[in-house]
């Protein structure tokens, strides 16, 4: 154990040049970091909400608007599928989370059953032939259509998945570093994100659903029963942004929807200058787009965002070209943030705030100084007592190996771009004293040896040798308690396991190969004949 091996030696080097320069960007000026050469490191740590201040938000995924929103879709394709297949009908509507019919023929009850389950069943997963929607008989002329249970669920849960993907894609589109977006329960979203100073802003940009549809208007609708909120059948009233206070009556059916949107950022009127929104659709989108502008040209056709219309200009023209744009009473910022939603996508329910917190950054601060002085009085704490206890040469060589130890801790936290909290700064003070537990134990065994007659070289060699397995089998529990924490955890728990168990794998290496590579180069210089430990 030893042994000087010139791999040791390279190991020892590297980690140790590894640890400065990639620690080296926490502590410079922003102004010496930007003037140090391209390839020099520029990954700092990132400082979670509770050191940096920022917004904390609890938000919960409204499943019943989405269910209610999947029956008003239900409820229009029936419609549209018994009137192609020819089947008279009366009745329609929506009751207890159902959709309701009477058929005016009975004798067409069963065709028209079969008609319904062939056009709105999607495929329901783990049942082998089976869909997400039940059509069953209702009286003798009657239908009734449904979801199954299992359906509802899965979609709920689908719901709050997606829902999460599509906040953390708006956040980054803010340029917000290393948010914490996590599910708490069945359909709870906690997300925190540090340093974001502009909370309602934050509240703005994930909370708005940006359901964008483009919706022809129906022109043939009475305005006075337009302004009670009645509509003809197929189409819906909706509020609209070029009058306040006015409404218009559109076709309930999209002829193209935001999900087809391949871009969008916000620009300026080549004529009037004002700030607007620019778009792009896919393949699918723009043929779709096309066709219907070539279909309705000196028609109206509306752009609606999320149950309001803002704006409704008229078909001058077929619009090929799969690009456009949306005017409105638009401000810089507002566009801005619309393209963010419409790039980041819809969410697939709305989302309401439960819970809104904001850390200042002057209480962040106030934990960073309380981090950095118990951490400073920790290591003093540890350095002191390994000095006295095995004294200056064995001590000092425990703390040599535990300052790489903190270094390659804080360097690997940049590389990953880990984010700091302040648990994890418990898990790093936890991590330096656990560390010289390895050095107890090896000089512990040396005295052991230098007591029983053995000679310094044997007893080195006895210590490390002697006490691995014991090294080993502490720190493989504690990894695996961290690893339990960091998959079960959430949050706090996760970025205390996350420096804990960095922090293992550098204490192992420092506490037995620096320690081992510092002892074997003072022995060869030094060839003691006992050891200044006992």
Do not use: C
């Amino acid at each position: 154990m030893m042994t000087l091996s010139r791999w040791k030696i390279i190991a020892v080097v590297l980690a140790a040049i590894f640890g400065v320069l990639f620690s080296l960007p926490n502590i410079l000026p922003q102004q010496t970091l930007s003037a140090m050469p391209g390839f020099f490191p520029r990954q700092q740590l990132n400082l979670g909400l509770d050191l940096q201040g920022g917004s904390h938000l609890l938000l919960e995924v409204d499943t019943e608007a989405l269910r209610a929103e999947r029956l008003v879709n239900v409820l229009e394709d029936t419609r549209v599928t018994l009137t192609g297949a020819g089947v008279a009908y009366s009745d329609l509507r929506q009751q207890s989370g159902e959709v309701l019919l009477r058929v005016a023929n009975p004798a067409d009850r069963d065709r028209a059953a079969q008609a319904l389950r062939g056009a709105l069943g999607a495929p329901l997963a783990g049942t082998p032939g089976g869909t997400d929607m039940t059509v069953r008989n209702d009286g003798p002329d009657g239908l009734r259509i449904g979801f199954v249970p299992e359906a509802v669920n899965a979609e709920a849960a689908k719901a709050v998945e997606q829902s999460i993907e599509i906040i953390r894609r708006r956040i980054d589109e803010l340029g917000t570093r290393e948010p914490t977006i996590i599910r708490q329960g069945s359909n709870r979203i906690v997300v925190q994100a540090p340093g974001e100073s502009d909370p309602e802003r934050l509240k703005n940009v994930i909370g708005q659903t940006a359901k964008l549809t483009f919706q022809m208007v129906d022109e043939s609708a009475d305005l006075e029963a337009a302004a009670q909120g009645r509509a003809p059948p197929g189409s819906e009233v909706l509020p609209s942004d070029e009058q306040p206070g006015s409404v218009l009556v559109v076709r309930r059916r999209a002829l193209v929807s935001g999900e087809m949107l391949t871009d969008a950022s916000q620009g300026f009127d080549g004529q009037s200058g004002q700030p607007v929104v620019t778009f792009r659709f896919n393949s699918v989108g723009a043929r779709r787009f096309g066709e219907a502008t070539s279909q309705n040209i000196g028609r109206r056709f509306a752009i609606v965002l999320d149950g309001k219309v803002i704006s409704a200009p008229v078909i001058q023209g077929a619009i090929t070209g799969g690009s456009g744009q949306i005017t409105g009473n638009f401000t810089v910022e507002t566009a801005n943030d619309l393209a963010v939603l419409l790039r980041a996508g819809a969410l697939p329910a709305p989302l309401t705030v439960e819970e809104q917190r904001t850390v200042g950054a002057e209480l962040g601060a106030d934990a960073v100084r309380a981090g950095q002085i118990s951490t400073t009085v920790g290591f003093i704490t540890i350095l002191v007592f390994m000095v006295l206890a095995y004294g200056g040469l064995f001590g000092g060589i425990s703390v040599i190996a535990l300052l790489v130890n903190a270094l390659l801790i804080i360097a690997v936290m940049s590389v990953t771009q880990a984010t700091l909290t302040l648990p994890g700064i418990a898990g790093l003070i936890l991590t330096l004293a656990v560390a010289v537990d390895a050095n107890v134990l090896i000089y512990e065994r040396m005295r052991d040896e230098i007591r029983a007659g053995r000679s310094a070289i044997a007893a080195m060699d006895a210590g490390f040798s002697r006490a691995m397995s014991s090294i080993i089998d502490a720190n493989v529990t504690t990894i695996l308690a961290a690893l339990i924490m960091f998959q079960f955890g959430s949050g706090p728990v996760r970025g205390f396991a996350w420096t804990l168990s960095i922090g293992v794998l550098t204490s192992v290496f420092t506490a037995v190969l620096v320690t081992q590579v510092l002892l074997a180069l003072w022995f060869r210089v030094r060839r003691p004949k006992t050891l200044p430990i006992v």
